[in-house]
Each structure stands twice: as structure tokens, then as C-alpha cells.
């Protein structure tokens, strides 16, 4: 949504000045596509800053959150640019964060002095692809099966861990998306036990509770956690509290999903796994 700042009356109507409207424009890209990664609301702003002050806007001002992002800037009182985004909450995508930064840093040593070229290499960041689905596949069944190790896993516990997170993120990439996070979150927490518990039940393994522990680790929004700790320490407490709620409820979700298995299992055979 654009928006101009009108003038007192009796005055005719002001007109940013396109290269503020652009610089403010462009850098509000560069927030976009920090936020919507998973950058924290510090580094968001930072960002900005950076970008406009290179630029020579110094009338400028952000107030950012978790999922929005309100500019107003200008070359003086008399030419102000005002614009409120919105940014839905998507993931993390941790490269595209590093390449934004850097090209901050990079302006802010004076190696960009275009801003149409700035605005290019923003639109490149955009367009980076994301981790093939096979390597996130693979990371998932590979960090389950050494997190298992981790908590006490045998190898044979480790084995049913990494098959346990493949099929889970198979089932993340082609089913779960489709989903709300809370519907997701409690399916993927169901079927990761469900897979645990038979092939536990098949005779492969030995600790159930290293097999699970370490097979729902890939479900765990560690990044969004942690950003909302930092978020919540850096002063911005709307956007944490926010980030630990949303994480908070993924934690229940998966342990809802775990718990609901755990005591359809139970009732079904009278015996409690450990």
C-alpha cells in the first residue's frame, strides 16, 4: 500500500522524489525477503538502514514485526514516502539471509552505487532455489539418525531413526505442505511414532524413546525459537513473543501427535513402550 503524506491546506500536494521513493522501495525489498527467511527484526532493520543511509535518505523510519514491515522516509519534511507491507510467515532459508546482508555490507563500503543494480541483485537473492527436495530428505533421515546417537541410540536404533526421517520429510514435502501447521505438525508428530513403533515392534531397535527423540528432531523450530529469544533481548517484544508463540504451539502440536499414538498404542495392546 502506497501512501503519501499530505500537506497542510492551501498547499499543493507533494510528490516524493523518485530516487527517495526507490532507495525506500528497495530497501523495504531487502526487509522483505530478511523477514520472510527467518532474519531476526534486528537485522531487518539494520538492513534497511544501511541501504538508505548509503543512499543519502536521512529522514527515515522503520517499524518492523514479524510479518510486516511500515516505512516512512524522504529527502526532507516537505517529501515524504510511506508504505506498509505485509509478509506472510514462510520458513527459513538461511542462504538467502547471507546474501542480503552481505550486499548490505557490501553498499555500505561503497561497492554498490546504483540503486537499479542493487535492485537487481535483490531480484537474483529472490530467485535463489531452495534445497533440492532429495538433500532435505536426506538431511532429515542423517541429523534423526545423529540425534539418536546423540541421546544413547545404538545402531540399529540410529538405522530406524534415519528411515524414520525420510519417510517423514517425504511425507513433509509432498502432504504436509498442503496442511495448516498446526494440522501438519500433528500429523507429521503421528507419523513418525507410528513408523518408530513398528518397526520397533518388527525387532529393529532397542530404546524406543532414542528412536523417537531422535526422529522428531527434524520437526523441531529450532530457528524460530531462537529468534524470538533474541527478538524478545534485542527489545522487540511483539515480534518474540510472537516467534515463541508460533513456536510454542509446533512444540505441542508434535508432542500432541506423539502423545495420541503413544495412547492409541496403549489401549490397543496394554503395554507401555519405553
Known amino acids: 500500500m502506497n501512501m503519501q503524506i499530505q500537506p497542510q491546506s492551501g498547499q499543493p500536494p507533494c510528490t516524493p522524489a523518485p530516487d527517495a521513493q526507490r532507495v525506500l522501495e528497495t530497501a523495504m525489498e531487502a ?7 527467518g532474519a531476526e527484526i534486528f537485522r531487518v532493520k539494520e538492513t534497511m538502514d544501511r541501504i538508505c543511509h548509503h543512499f543519502g535518505v536521512e529522514a527515515r523510519d522503520f517499524f518492523v514485526l514479524s510479518n510486516g514491515i511500515f516505512t516512512t522516509g524522504g529527502y ?3 517529501d515524504q514516502y510511506a508504505r506498509v507491507q505485509h ?12 546474501a542480503v ?19 537487481r541483485r535483490l531480484g537474483e537473492i529472490r530467485e535463489m532455489p531452495g534445497k533440492a527436495p532429495w538433500k532435505q530428505i536426506l538431511a532429515s533421515g542423517v541429523g534423526s539418525a545423529a540425534f539418536c546417537y546423540l541421546f544413547g541410540g545404538r545402531a540399529a536404533d540410529c538405522a530406524v531413526a534415519l528411515l524414520a526421517g525420510l519417510l517423514l520429510y517425504g511425507f513433509v514435502l509432498r502432504v504436509g505442505v498442503r496442511m495448516s501447521k498446526m494440522v501438519g505438525s500433528i500429523c507429521e508428530g503421528a507419523l513418525v511414532t507410528l513408523i518408530c513403533i513398528l518397526c520397533y515392534r518388527l525387532g529393529f531397535g532397542y530404546s524406543m524413546s532414542c528412536i523417537i527423540v531422535g526422529a522428531i528432531i527434524p520437526l523441531v523450530p529450532g530457528v524460530p525459537f531462537t529468534n524470538g529469544i533474541r527478538d524478545i533481548a534485542n527489545g522487540d517484544y511483539i515480534s518474540g513473543a510472537v516467534r515463541l508463540l508460533d513456536a510454542i504451539l509446533v512444540f505441542f502440536c508434535v508432542a500432541l501427535g506423539v502423545g495420541m499414538v503413544f495412547t492409541v498404542y496403549h489401549r490397543l495392546t496394554g503395554s507401555v513402550l519405553l
Open 31 to 37: 526487509g522483505h525477503i530478511l523477514l520472510e527467511n
Open 76 to 78: 526532507g519534511p516537505a
Open 101 to 119: 546482508n552481505q550486499l548490505s555490507r557490501d553498499i555500505e563500503a561503497g561497492l554498490w552505487d546504483d540503486i537499479e543494480a542493487v535492485a
Open 87 to 98: 509478509i506472510p510467515v514462510k520458513g527459513t532459508q538461511l542462504d538467502k539471509v547471507v
